[in-house]
C-alpha cells in the first residue's frame, strides 16, 4: 500500500522563514527601493533610476576606504593566521593546563566588540593609558593615535591582533587534536624533526581548518566596524575609516538615504563575491584532499 505523503514537516521551517523574512528579506528590499529614488521627505522621493549606483561607484573616497579595507584584511590575515598557528602549536594537548589554557586563550572573544574599541581607546591614550604611556615615556616614541594616522592604523590592526587570533588558535588547536596519532608514531619512527612534521603532518591536515579561519576573518576584518569607530571614528583624517565606517557617515551624518542605500547594496555584492572566491577556493582544497 503506497504512503501518503505529507508535507507537515514544512510547518516546523514556517517560523524559520517568517523570521528570515523579516529580519533580511523585507528590509534588503526596502534598501533596494531606496536606492532608486531621490528621498526628500514622507511622501517625497522622485525616481533616479541608477543614478546613486554610478555616483557612488566613481566616488573616490569609496575607492581609498575599499583599497583600505583590503589592505588591512590583507595586514589582519598575514599576522593572526601564523601567530594563531604558532599558538596552537604551543598549547598543551591534553590535562587540565589544557582546558585552563583553551578558557584563557578565548577570553578575548567574550568581550563585546564596542567594549574591546574602549578598552583599547584607553589602553592608547598618551596621558592615562598604559600603553600609551609605555610607548611614549619608557620607550620614547612619541606615540599618539588621536593625531597621527600611521599610530591610528596600528593601534587598529593590533587591537584586531589582540581580539581575533584566538579564535585562529581555538580553529588551529581543534585541527591539529583531530590529527590520528599514527601519524606522529611513523614520524618518530622515521626520527623527523619537528619541523618536518610540521611541514608534511600538520601543515596539510590543517588546510581545511585554515581555510575556513582565512573566510571567516576575512569577512569579519572586511566588515569591521565598531572597533575602529569608538577608537578613532575613523580619523585622523580618514586614516580609518574603512567601508563600513563610510557607510555610517554617508547615511546616518550626511542623510543621504539614496547614495547610502545604493552603496550598501555594492558593499553587499562585494561581500558575497568575496565570500563566493573563498567558498570555491575551500571546495577545490576538499575535493583536492579527498583525492
Known amino acids: ?23 533580511a ?6 534598501v533596494v527601493n ?5 528621498i526628500f521627505g514622507p511622501g517625497q522621493r522622485v525616481w533616479v533610476g541608477n543614478e546613486w549606483f554610478v555616483d557612488t561607484v566613481r566616488d573616490p573616497e569609496l575607492r581609498s576606504a575599499l583599497m583600505r579595507n583590503l589592505l588591512f584584511s590583507f595586514e589582519a590575515l598575514l599576522i593572526e593566521v ?21 578558557v584563557l586563550i578565548a577570553l578575548p572573544l567574550l ?10 581607546q584607553i589602553f592608547g591614550r598618551a596621558d592615562i593609558g598604559l600603553g600609551g604611556y609605555f610607548l611614549n615615556t619608557i620607550l620614547g616614541f612619541d606615540y599618539n593615535y588621536t593625531l597621527n594616522a600611521r599610530d591610528a592604523w596600528y ?50 591536515k590543517l588546510r581545511g581548518v585554515l581555510l575556513i579561519a582565512v ?9 569591521i566596524y565598531t572597533e575602529p569607530f569608538v577608537v578613532t571614528g575613523g580619523g585622523p583624517g580618514n586614516a580609518t575609516t574603512f ?12 542623510f543621504d538615504l539614496g547614495p547610502a542605500a545604493a552603496f550598501s547594496l555594492i558593499y553587499f555584492l562585494l561581500i558575497q563575491v568575496f565570500s563566493y572566491i573563498f567558498f570555491v577556493t575551500m571546495k577545490n582544497a576538499g575535493q583536492g584532499d579527498a583525492s
Open 111 to 120: 568581550i563585546p566588540w564596542n567594549v574591546v574599541g574602549t578598552i583599547w
Open 243 to 254: 567601508l563600513s565606517i563610510f557607510l555610517s557617515k554617508l547615511a546616518v551624518g550626511q
Open 155 to 204: 593601534t587598529i590592526l593590533l587591537m584586531d591582533v589582540w581580539h581575533w587570533t584566538p579564535l585562529v588558535a581555538l580553529l588551529a588547536y581543534a585541527g591539529l587534536r583531530a590529527i590520528p596519532d599514527a601519524y606522529y608514531r611513523a614520524a618518530r619512527i622515521d626520527a623527523a624533526s619537528n619541523w618536518a612534521i610540521f611541514r608534511f603532518i600538520q601543515l596539510p
Open 25 to 30: 528579506i523585507i528590509p534588503l528590499m526596502t
Open 1 to 23: 500500500m503506497e504512503k501518503k505523503k505529507s508535507n507537515r514537516a514544512w510547518l516546523l521551517v514556517l517560523p524559520v522563514v517568517i523570521s528570515v523574512a523579516f529580519s
Open 82 to 102: 601564523p601567530l594563531g598557528v604558532l599558538v596552537a602549536l604551543g598549547l598543551p594537548s591534553r590535562g587540565k593546563w589544557a582546558s585552563l589554557s583553551l
Open 215 to 223: 573566510l571567516l576573518r576575512f569577512m569579519d576584518s572586511f566588515m
Open 34 to 38: 531606496y536606492s532608486v529614488q531621490d
